[in-house]
Every structure is written in C-alpha cells, then in structure tokens.
C-alpha cells in the first residue's frame, strides 16, 4: 500500500513509520505544521508545535530513507481545534482538544488529503489496535494499557478506521524505545508529550485569561448565597477544589468544590463532595467505530477522562443522545468532555457529554 506516516517528532511516529516501510508499504513521511509561527504555541517543550520538532521528524525519515514533507496544517488546526477549544470554555464546558485535533486534523484532513493524492492511508505512533471483524475494521485498546490511546481516537469513523494503521498497538513503550536505539533513531529516548500542545507551560487558565480576558463574578453555594469571587468563571473545572479563595467558611469545617459553571450569569456554583456524584451521563453527536447503538440496552464500560478508568455501565440510545447508566457514581465529571463506550478492549463509540444526573 502507498502510505502516508504522520511524523511527530517524537520516538512513536518514528518507529510507527520504519515498521510501515519494513512491512513492505511505500511510505513518505509527513510533518505537520500547526501553527503559522511556532514560537506562538510553545517554544522549546514537550510539545508537537515545534521547529525542534519538524527536525527531529526530518533526521528520522533520513534514518529510515523515506522521503518528507512538512504540510502546513495551521490554518486547520487554528480553526478546528484552538477556537474549539476557547468557545466550549467559553460555554463552561471542558474540552479535550487530542480529540477534537485526532477527528478533523489527523483522520480528517490528513486522511482526506493522502487519499486526494492517491495513497491508500495513514500511519501514526498512537498505541491503540485495529482488527478485522464481520463489521469490518475495528478499533481496540492497545496491548500496553498504560499507553493506551484508543480514547482518544474514539471520535474516528467507519470510514476513517479503515484508513489508519497503528502498527504499534501490540508492543509495550518500553520495548519502542529500544526499538528505536537499535534502529539508531536520534529520539529513542527523547521525552513524550505532555499538557496541551498549543499552552504555554501547560497554564490554561492563564492562557484562558489571556484571550478571553478575566472578568470577576461571584462564587455562589446552592443556595445561590455569595461566599467568593472568581476571576473568570471559564478558567474553572468540576470537581475543582483548590484555588477557589472563598471567605465564608463551611459550618464544619468542610472544604467545597465547584458543582456548576453558569458562563451567562458568569456565576461560580459550589457545594460539598458528595454533590458532584453523577450516575448518569448523556452525550450530544455520537460517533460509532463500527455498528451504531440502538434504543437496546446493552452492558458494557465507559471512559470519560484519557487515563482514567473504564467503569460499569448500562449504555444505550435515547433518541439523538448516547446514554450511559453507571452502576457506581462517579464524582466530578464535566458536559464537554467525551464518553468512551467499550465492550470489551473494542470501542463502541463516543458522545460529547452534555447532561449529567
């Protein structure tokens, strides 16, 4: 097959690309450039936005002997994934902006460009499996868990799977590091990404404020009684507890935590822990990675954060929403970020959370 491997910069992409051409695939190695100046989303970090980046991308497409190109993408990811990313916070919700940059950078335009140009599909460094089914190509966790990235690429579709290869999913990110010594690639050791790609020194809720300004309100408990004052209601999340500098102090002594943000009103909700406890979720624009969910009650898991556990549930389809009924609570979980349905290790599909009970 003519592949195109997406390059990071990083070890994953580089192995992912030598083990494309190994398996006999005509490969050109591609850089994305996501912004017009890098230097504006982050300088000198861990991040994907680099100068330090495209060369390291650049030495190990020499090493494997594919050809490479940088696509300037930062018009897209600009568009699709920064302003995304400010107008849910704007709306007090909690993006994941992995996502939202998998589904229209990655296998969205990336994939609609490669197959416009004739190639048959695209190779990343992400840890997650595809297998072969009745249903055709499915995606599943990776082998090693720890790495696993199937949460992230939960938003891909039908479409979109049988395009992606991911030809590290069976291997441990130990065993990719040494992989990638004994291939002599410069950046087997070179340190993983982390935070968000386009924040400098992973500070959102200074970058919040930067761009979105910081304008005071009030912190209310569920009384709608004002015992704080915040200092832009977008830069807080669910469950957060620390940093709220409130000057009325609970009966016993108890801490709060943020319950609700009302961005209209620019008002602050607080209450106690056992408040933020949600046993059912509801997500708006559900993307399936193989057969859609029906009105049928099925049992399977739910993720909701990119590390954080799969637990229990009862999913099903209520109309344009996908729902997933917990058979434990869960605390803190915020409308914007993404339900993950698993049946097994296979991904079902996701939703944007937009009503919790």
């Not at 050109?28 to 861990?46: D, E, F, M, T």
């Not at 938003?155 to 010594?181: C, N, S």
């Not at 408990?221 to 709220?244: C, F, M």
Request: net charge negative; with cysteine; glycine share 10%.
């Amino acid at each position: 097959m003519k592949l195109i491997a997406a390059m990071s910069g990083g070890v994953d992409s580089a192995v992912a690309a030598a083990r494309a051409v190994e398996a006999g695939h005509e490969v050109i190695g591609v850089h994305l450039a996501l912004s017009a100046n890098p230097q504006k989303y982050r300088s000198g970090a861990r991040g994907c936005c680099t100068i330090e980046d495209s060369h390291d991308a650049r030495r190990a497409a020499d090493v494997i002997g594919i050809p490479f190109y940088i696509w300037d993408m930062a018009e897209e990811f600009h568009d699709g994934v920064v302003e995304d990313f400010l107008a849910e916070y704007s709306a007090g919700r909690t993006p994941n902006p992995c996502l939202r940059c998998n589904e229209k950078i990655k296998f969205a335009a990336v994939l609609d460009r490669a197959r416009a140009m004739g190639f048959d599909g695209v190779v990343t460094g992400h840890y997650a499996r595809t297998q072969e089914s009745a249903e055709g190509k499915t995606l599943h966790r990776a082998v090693d868990h720890s790495k696993d990235q199937s949460y992230v690429l939960s938003v891909l579709t039908v479409e979109q799977i049988a395009g992606a290869i991911f030809p590290l999913g069976d291997t441990t990110k130990v065993d990719i590091r040494k992989e990638a010594e004994a291939r002599g690639l410069a950046v087997a050791q070179k340190p993983d990404s982390h935070d968000i790609c386009f924040v400098p020194s992973g500070d959102n809720a200074g970058w919040l404020r930067d761009r979105l300004g910081s304008e005071a309100g009030p912190i209310v408990d569920q009384d709608g009684v004002k015992i704080g004052e915040h200092k832009g209601a977008y830069t807080y999340t669910i469950g957060q507890r620390k940093g709220l500098g409130l000057t009325v102090p609970t009966a016993n002594g108890s801490p709060r935590f943020v319950l609700k943000i009302e961005p209209v009103s620019n008002t602050v909700v607080v209450g106690a822990r056992e408040d933020l406890a949600v046993t059912t979720m509801r997500g708006e624009r559900p993307v399936f990675c193989g057969s859609a969910v029906t009105a049928t009650k099925e049992r399977g898991f739910v993720q909701v954060r990119a590390h954080g556990a799969a637990l229990p549930c009862t999913y099903f389809l209520d109309g344009p929403l996908l729902v997933a009924e917990l058979d434990e609570p869960l605390l803190g979980l915020a409308t914007g970020q993404a339900m993950v349905i698993y049946d097994g290790d296979r991904v079902v599909g996701s939703a944007t959370i937009c009503e919790t009970e």
